[in-house]
Nanobody, 126 residues
Framework: QVQLVESGGGLVQAGGSLRLSCAAS????????MGWFRQAPGKEREFVAA????????MYADSVKGRFTISRDVAKNTVYLQMNSLKPEDTAVYYC???????????????????WGQGTQVTVSS
């Protein structure tokens, strides 16, 4: 069973930065992808960013392009989400996810991911 543990959320003022981390354990497969989704109150879970673990290829939602960066540390089996120029509309619970496919095909669909973390709250004040 794969476990994902997120950390790094918190309260920040608009224009500030946060870095989220997600450590994976229990993984036995070699090719996979990791990603971040977020869910604001009363809204559906939405795709934020994804990274192919083997190639390092990345994909972003249009709403975060140029502000957020997803990266990985292979040795630590950890994925990061660096969030800069934060806006109040970025406020949400952020979830880490992983899936058994290493491609970035249809990664924007939550049902295409296999394992999820418990989420970490990010609040951006205006």
């Amino acid at each position: 069973q794969v476990q994902l543990v997120e950390s790094g959320g918190g309260l920040v003022q608009a224009g500030g930065s946060l870095r989220l981390s997600c450590a994976a354990s229990g993984r036995t497969f070699s090719n996979y992808a990791m990603g971040w989704f977020r869910q604001a109150p009363g809204k559906e879970r939405e795709f934020v960013a994804a990274i192919s673990w083997r190639s390092g290829s990345t994909m972003y939602a249009d709403s975060v392009k140029g502000r957020f960066t997803i990266s990985r540390d292979v040795a630590k089996n950890t994925v990061y989400l660096q969030m800069n120029s934060l806006k109040p509309e970025d406020t949400a619970v952020y979830y880490c996810a992983t899936r058994l496919s290493g491609t970035l095909v249809r990664v924007t669909i939550a049902d295409n991911w296999d394992y999820w973390g418990q989420g970490t709250q990010v609040t951006v004040s205006s």
